[in-house]
């Protein structure tokens, strides 16, 4: 059985679906997540959206961001799940917990590393972004794309490739994306929504965190740091540094950038990127994170300084190990 067409089955049947994708979730998640549950419910389905944790600026002029309902639980209502973006069953943040028995999981994502949680499991690494997968469902299904779907979409393929600059910028994302503006996504709106539409402490937190930026002696790691204290005084949750992990991964030489991330005073998110053939994902992975090749995570328990550490050593480690 084709796996896209399970899903697309399984879809077309359901009266209801919760949709639902990642913790922590960016461009990707939320787009992925919108589109499918607007699209389902102008296919006359009853429909949800849902995330455990809150949304990264940005996203909040997506349509339909007023359905997405953040934290709790989903009402075990819904006769059919479909779980986006996400490699493992853990990082939905227990949203499935509540779920009946006999409902349907359909997992569909682009992680080369998805456990297959799913009691559907269309897994596509080679897909630039859920965004896609989406998409080709949804054509697959014969599903109305409406404008408000088709700018979920392309926000979600846009943002997963780095506005089109990273190795997952294929022919078929760029042929997903061409078709979703001919079908209404206007990308200088969406591309204004996400990325002109920010809040000025975004900035001066950005600020204390790149006066921190740090490079090893050989340049080829470098690392910044988002600190308890930095967001209290700059009155922002962690969601507002999502992307700053750029910034580190833009300097020449520089092969592996990191984010630390300080959760709690005993538990620290670690954004990892590489670029070409460095495997972050293996790295992460040592840690019981994941993600993708040249971009990954992982959570590691105790304070900033230690985790730190321990993850720079890994880091020149593995890249001593891949010269
Ligand atoms: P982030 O740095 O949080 O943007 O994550 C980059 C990539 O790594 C995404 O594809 C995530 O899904 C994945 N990722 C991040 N954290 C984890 C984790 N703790 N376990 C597995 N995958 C992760
Ligand atoms: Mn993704």
């Known amino acids: 059985v084709n796996d896209l067409e399970s899903v697309v089955a399984a879809l077309q049947a359901a009266p209801t679906v919760a949709v639902l994708a990642h913790v922590a979730p960016e461009g990707d998640a939320i787009g992925a997540t919108l589109g499918a549950c607007l699209a389902l419910r102008e296919a006359g389905k009853q429909t949800g959206a849902y995330n455990a944790d809150p949304l990264p600026p940005g996203l909040g002029a997506l349509p ?4 997405l309902v953040v934290g ?3 009402p075990p209502t819904y006769g059919c ?3 986006l973006d996400t490699s493992d069953l853990e990082r939905t943040g227990g949203l499935l917990d509540g779920r009946a028995a006999d409902a349907p999981v359909l997992n569909v994502d682009h992680h080369a590393g998805n456990t297959r949680f ?3 499991n269309w ?3 080679e897909a630039s972004s859920a965004g896609e ?3 080709r469902a949804l054509r697959h299904g014969g599903f109305p ?3 408000p779907v088709a700018t979920n979409l392309y926000a ?3 943002t997963d490739t780095g506005s089109f600059r990273y190795a997952n910028t294929t022919p078929r994302a760029l042929q997903a994306a061409a078709d979703l503006v001919a079908c209404g996504a206007r990308p200088e709106e969406i591309a204004r929504g996400l990325y002109r539409n920010r809040d000025p402490r975004e900035w001066r937190l950005l600020s204390e965190v790149l006066a921190g930026l740090t490079l090893s002696p050989d340049g080829r790691l470098a690392w910044i740091q988002i600190t308890r204290a930095a967001l209290g005084r700059a009155g922002l949750g962690l969601e507002a540094a999502e992307d700053f992990i750029r910034y580190p991964r833009s300097l020449a030489g520089v092969q592996i950038a990191l984010a630390f991330k300080e959760v709690s005073e005993n538990e620290v998110r670690v954004s990892l990127r590489s670029d070409g053939d460095l495997d972050v994902a293996r790295l992460a992975g040592q840690f019981g994170g994941g993600g993708h090749r040249n971009a990954a995570g992982c959570t590691l328990a105790g304070g900033l300084s230690a985790v730190r550490a321990g993850m720079l050593a890994a880091a020149a480690a593995y890249l001593a190990g891949s010269r």
């Open 156 to 158: 979600a393929i846009l």
């Open 118 to 120: 799913g009691t559907v």
């Open 123 to 125: 897994i596509d690494p």
């Open 64 to 67: 339909g961001v007023e359905h």
């Open 133 to 135: 997968m989406v998409y």
């Open 72 to 74: 709790g639980s989903i």
């Open 81 to 83: 799940y479909l779980v």
């Open 145 to 147: 794309i409406t404008p």
